[in-house]
Every structure is written in C-alpha cells, then in structure tokens.
C-alpha cells in the first residue's frame, strides 16, 4: 500500500507554467504506475497524464497534450507533473494517483488505487 500527497498547486495567469509534486511513502513506489487526474467545480473527475512503474512511455489527455509533462524520480519516491501554457480551463484540483503494483499506469478513475488529498490550480484570464 502507497501514500500519496499532493504539492504545488496556485494561482497563476493564463500563459503561465506551474510543477506538481507528489510524494510518495508507505510501499515501494519504484513499481506503482501513476497518473494525475483532475477535477474541475461541477464536473467528473478527469485523466491528464500517466506514467509506468518503469518509466518510458507516457500518456496524455488530448486537451494537456504538448503542455504538460509528467515524470517521475523513483530514487526519491516523487512524482511531478509540468504544467506550461496553462489555460483557465486548466483550474481544477490536480489529484494523484497510483495505479496496481507492477500494473498499467492509470488513464481511467476505475484503475486508481490510490489517490492524494488534491492541490487547488487556479488559471485567470
């Protein structure tokens, strides 16, 4: 079992960049695929990027893709999620998630597992 917590999010302008973190603790973090998923106010829970266990390929939603880059850093138990040209419909909170241990990195809710507590990203016009 895996720990997530969420870092990074604020208020920024459109045009704007912005670096979500998410650390890792409780299991062996180097073999969970994860993702980040968000959630704007009165809408579903959405995919925006995921990556393996093992790294190399990664997958983005249409609407970040070419703006946002996810990577992570196994050595130090830490996800990170870029943010570049952000757009005001980019405001949601950015959640998270682990996928099953040695599974397929997360691109749907139903293949989460585990889940952060969401760091707010705000994008004004």
């Known amino acids: 079992q895996v720990q997530l917590v969420d870092s990074g999010g604020g208020l920024v302008q459109a045009g704007d960049s912005l670096s979500l973190s998410c650390a890792a603790s409780?299991?062996?973090?180097?073999?969970?695929?994860i993702g980040w998923f968000r959630q704007a106010p009165g809408k579903a829970r959405e995919f925006v990027a995921a990556?393996?266990?093992?790294?190399?390929?990664?997958f983005y939603a249409d609407s970040v893709k070419g703006r946002f880059s996810i990577s992570r850093d196994n050595a130090k138990n830490m996800g990170y999620l870029q943010m570049d040209s952000l757009k005001p419909e980019d405001t949601a909170v950015y959640y998270c998630a682990a996928a099953a241990y040695g599974g397929r990195p997360p691109q749907a809710k139903e293949e989460v597992r585990y889940w952060g507590q969401g760091t707010q990203v705000t994008v004004s016009s």
């Open positions: 409780g299991g062996r973090f180097s073999y969970y695929p």
């Open positions: 990556i393996p266990w093992i790294g190399g390929a990664t």
